[in-house]
């Protein structure tokens, strides 16, 4: 504030030494600042000349005190005035006082509103003029006249050069405020033109779409973009083209990236259009997250009825089929009501695997070493595989380490595996599986086959509920409950025929994780010394450190040990309250990460006091969950 007040006073005092009056009044007409000059030029009383003071009052104070000369209607010659001051238009007139003295009047309006107006005594050069015309009386009035046109015109001419010269500053300040916004918005701006060709643009292109060149002014649409992308694009741009604004989503080709471009018509230009285009892959891998969970508790609604029902129609044929083999029965009877029994036992199965499609499942995502992931999973794909199919699997990731369901990934990956060992059938064949990165937004894996490949009508449905090529010994849930993991992980999956054979393609979003985390001091606290010990050694097994408190109270006292990262505490501690002990810990230590564990079922209110806060691990603990646990990055 001290440092305002010095460089005001400064301002001020530069302002003074200048010989021409001058005053800055605000868009609102008040006077944001002049310097003395102004004020003994008019003879202006000192309300008049302090910030704030009204024009209309200024310029009324001057008509009283006869500067224009007789003014018959004071008010409706302020009012004048003040109209011709709130247009705000640049002008520059001459007039001679009530004085007697000259004077030039030269206003400029300010770019966010306002003037700023300098008053120059001009009495020396009005009377050289007027010498001029007495004493040469050799020169023609016709010469003496253009001659104090020219003065003027000069001056006038070099009144609006000096605006100009403002204005440009302006706009060249107002186009660099421009441009260093297009720059910093993560998003790529530009224009085409009537003739499609680029006549602006950021540099953010190649952050928007890899692999394009960010400097394309006057390049065409399709040489900027791709071809590809171009044609995707050409119907949305030629509607906006005609005035029609639209928006559109697509997926790049190259990158696999989900853009979303809004197409905006450019009101000044023929033909003309704004686009700008951003990166939604990540919201649309969450979308498509909720999507496919949204899918599935529909699915739940619709099956968790009838499958109970069907389930007990199924115990009730099993019933009747075990009365009915006690009785004496005739020749073959036996072998129907043998098979009678197998199909009710499939029907049981095929209501297994329904229920582990629609029932709940968690994303547990940890951070996995790739490598290892797949070094274990090889042996695991081998063992399913009969003599004459082998499988090979390729790592090239260039991130050692990933965010991944590491369980969930291995059930889908061993799914397809065997898929493709039933395309191959009897006959010799390969089996192989590649992990790869696509621009570092995607894990790519392919499992390709050397089998019959996929008929006309298993590209259009094998992704549907049911259906199979295996006839009696399909269920057709085993590429559908693939679909359903990648869904729910926000991932894609396709299928094609390659020339050997088929290969299916599933796309998950690209995560990396520190392939060594940096071990925690965890604060573990139960009341049970067995639970206490068995999670110990999960965490330790893990490489991460372990103090153990057996009550509430040794845990708050243990709460503030420097170091410390997290705290796991059981909610029921031999009668007290795990919550009230985090939420006291919190309030002392808000750093520090909270969680809670128990066997208690979701319903309870203990448990939804938790989970309205932080994490809530159930009994009994595994690996897998606290790995999930320890990866996150932010105190809940």
Not at 17 to 33: H, K, M
Not at 236 to 253: I, K, M
Not at 328 to 347: C, K, Q, S
Not at 440 to 447: G, N, P, Q, R
């Amino acid at each position: 504030m001290a440092r305002d007040r010095k460089t005001e006073s400064f301002t001020r005092a530069g302002l003074n030494l200048i010989q021409q009056a001058l005053s800055i009044y605000d868009a609102d007409l008040r006077l944001a600042v002049c310097n003395r000059p102004f004020q003994e030029m008019f003879g202006l009383p000192p309300h008049l000349v302090t910030p704030g003071a009204r024009f209309d009052e200024t310029l009324t104070y001057l008509v009283r005190q006869g500067e224009y000369g007789e003014v018959d209607d004071v008010e409706a010659f302020v009012q004048v005035r003040v109209d011709q001051a709130l247009a705000f238009l640049p002008h520059y007139v001459e007039r001679i006082r009530a004085n007697g003295r000259a004077i030039s009047v030269e206003g400029s309006p300010l770019p966010d509103g306002g003037w700023v107006t300098v008053y120059t005594d001009i009495t020396a050069t009005k009377r050289q003029e007027m010498l001029l015309r007495a004493r040469s009386e050799e020169l023609s009035d016709q010469v003496l006249t253009h001659t104090e046109e020219l003065a003027l015109t000069n001056r006038r001419l070099a009144a609006t050069i000096s605006q100009l010269q403002e204005a440009k500053a302006a706009l060249t300040e107002m186009e660099a405020r421009t441009r260093l916004v297009t720059e910093m918005t993560p998003a790529h701006i530009g224009h085409l033109d009537g003739n499609g060709k680029y006549s602006f643009t950021n540099k953010r292109l190649s952050v928007v779409l890899p692999g394009r060149a960010n400097d394309i002014i006057g390049e065409s649409f399709e040489q900027a973009l791709g071809a590809e992308v171009a044609a995707l694009l050409r119907p949305a741009l030629a509607r906006a083209s005609g005035g029609d604004p639209s928006v559109q989503e697509f997926t790049d080709p190259e990158s696999g990236r989900r853009i979303r471009t809004a197409f905006t018509p450019d009101e000044h230009a023929d033909g003309g259009v704004y686009l700008l285009s951003t990166d939604v892959t990540e919201e649309t891998q969450a979308r498509t997250a909720l999507e496919q969970t949204h899918k599935r508790e529909l699915a739940v609604q619709l099956t968790s009825g009838l499958a109970h029902d069907f389930a007990n129609l199924l115990t009730i044929i099993l019933g009747l089929q075990a009365r009915l083999e006690k009785l004496p029965l005739p020749h073959g009877a036996h072998e129907l009501t043998g098979a009678t029994r197998m199909a009710v036992r499939r029907g049981g199965s095929l209501l297994d695997k329904i229920a582990n499609m629609t029932g709940a499942r968690n994303m547990r995502a940890a951070p996995v070493v790739v490598q290892d992931f797949l070094d274990s999973f090889t042996p695991l794909a081998e063992a399913t595989l009969p003599d004459g199919v082998s499988i090979s699997v390729t790592n090239d990731l260039p991130h050692p380490a990933l965010m991944l369901d590491a369980g969930t990934l291995q059930d889908g990956l061993l799914n397809l595996v065997l898929n493709a060992r039933d395309a191959i059938g009897i006959a010799p064949g390969h089996i192989a599986l590649k992990a790869r990165s696509v621009l570092d937004t995607w894990l790519e894996i392919t499992v390709s086959d050397t089998g019959r490949g996929f008929s006309k009508d298993a590209l259009e449905q094998a992704l549907n509920p049911f259906f199979t090529t295996k006839g009696d010994e399909g269920s057709g849930l085993g590429l559908t409950m693939v679909y359903d993991l990648v869904k729910l992980a926000g991932g894609t999956l396709r299928l094609s025929n390659t020339r050997d054979g088929a290969c299916v393609t599933l796309r998950l979003p690209l995560r990396p994780a520190e392939a060594e985390a940096r071990p925690r001091l965890i604060l573990l606290v139960d009341d049970i010394p067995d639970i206490r010990t068995h999670v110990r050694d999960l965490l330790t097994d893990l490489g991460h450190q372990v103090i153990e408190a057996a009550s509430s109270e040794e845990a708050d006292s243990l709460a503030d040990l420097p170091g410390l990262d997290w705290v796991l505490s059981d909610i029921n501690l031999g009668g007290t309250d795990g919550v009230a002990l985090l939420r006291s810990i919190s309030m002392r230590q808000p750093a520090l990460k909270l969680a809670l564990m128990t066997s208690l079922p979701p319903d309870d209110p203990r448990y939804s006091a938790g989970a309205d806060y932080w994490p809530v691990l159930r009994k009994p603990l595994d690996s897998a969950a606290l790995m999930h646990l320890l990866a996150l990055e932010a105190p809940q």
